[in-house]
C-alpha cells in the first residue's frame, strides 16, 4: 500500500516515506479532514500530538494513554537455588494449578544434587519425590520445576527486616506504618530498570491489597557511582 507523508522535516532533510518512516521534527501535510471539522497542516508535529489525541477522544476514537518500556526478565531458572515456582500441572495439561494456600510457602527440598539433569530439565525435576504431587482437584500433578531469581524475595526484603518473625503477615500493620517507606535507596544506575523497579511493582500489589499503606517503597533515591579501569 502507498504510504501517505504526514510530516514535512525541518530544514534540507530529505526523506522518502516509502522507504522508511520520518520521526524527526517538521510541520504536518495532509493532516485535514474537512468532514470532521479537522486541520493540523502547518502545525508542528510535537506540538499537534495533543490536539490530535484531543479530538480522537472527543470522537470516540481513541484516547491518552502512557505506555511503560520494561527490559525483559528473565524470570524462570533452570537452577536449583531460587524461589520455587508455588504452581503445578495435572497431568495431560498445561494449565498451572495454585498451591493451595495452606501449604504456602513452598520450600525448596533438600538435596545434595544440584547439577542439571542432563536433558534440559533444571535440577529440581530430579527430586521425583517432590516433583510429583496430587493437585487440589485430586489428580496426578508435577510441580514447576524452574525456580525464580531471588530477586522475587529481594523485592520485599525491606518489609520483613522490619519485621522478621511474623509468622502470620509479612509485616505488622502498625511497625510498617512506623518505619516505611524507606528513607533511602541507594544502588548502581541498572537499579532504575532492574531491581528498583520491580521492587516498586511487588509494592504497588501490596498496596492494592491493602498490606502497604504507601504507594512507594523508597522515598529517595541516590546512584553510587562506578570505577573503570581504564
Known amino acids: 500500500l502507498p504510504i501517505k507523508q504526514v510530516v514535512a522535516p525541518s530544514g534540507k532533510v ?4 516509502q522507504k522508511e518512516a520520518y520521526t524527526g521534527p517538521g510541520t504536518l501535510i495532509n493532516s485535514a479532514n474537512p468532514e470532521k471539522d479537522l486541520d493540523f497542516n502547518g502545525v508542528k508535529n510535537k506540538k499537534a500530538q495533543g ?3 484531543y479530538a480522537l477522544s472527543q470522537m470516540g476514537a481513541g484516547e491518552k494513554k502512557v505506555n511503560y518500556k520494561l527490559r525483559d526478565w528473565l524470570f524462570a531458572r533452570q537452577r536449583y537455588w531460587g ?5 503445578m500441572f495435572e497431568e495431560g495439561s498445561d ?3 495454585l498451591v493451595p494456600e495452606e501449604e504456602l510457602p513452598l520450600e525448596l527440598p533438600d538435596t545434595d544434587n544440584f547439577k542439571p539433569t542432563g536433558d534440559g530439565s533444571p535440577p529440581l525435576a530430579a527430586i521425583t519425590e517432590w516433583v510429583n504431587v496430587t493437585s487440589p482437584n485430586g489428580k496426578p500433578a508435577m510441580r514447576e520445576t524452574n525456580t525464580m531469581p531471588q530477586w522475587a524475595g529481594s523485592c520485599w526484603y525491606y518489609l520483613r527486616f522490619v519485621d522478621p518473625e511474623n509468622e502470620k503477615y509479612c ?3 502498625e511497625l510498617e506504618k512506623y518505619w516505611l517507606p524507606v528513607d533511602l535507596y ?3 544506575a541498572e537499579h532504575s530498570v532492574l531491581h528498583l523497579l520491580y521492587a516498586r511493582f511487588w509494592h504497588k500489589v501490596l498496596y ?3 498490606v502497604v499503606s504507601t504507594k512507594e517503597p523508597f522515598q529517595k533515591l541516590v546512584n553510587q557511582g562506578m570505577i573503570l579501569g581504564e
Request: without cysteine; glycine residues 12%; hydrophobic residues 45%.
Open 186 to 188: 541507594v544502588g548502581g
Open 95 to 97: 494449565v498451572p494449578v
Open 14 to 17: 530529505e526523506v522518502d516515506v
Open 208 to 210: 492494592d491489597i491493602g
Open 83 to 87: 524461589e520455587p515456582f508455588p504452581i
Open 51 to 53: 490536539s490530535i489525541v
Open 171 to 173: 509485616i505488622d500493620p
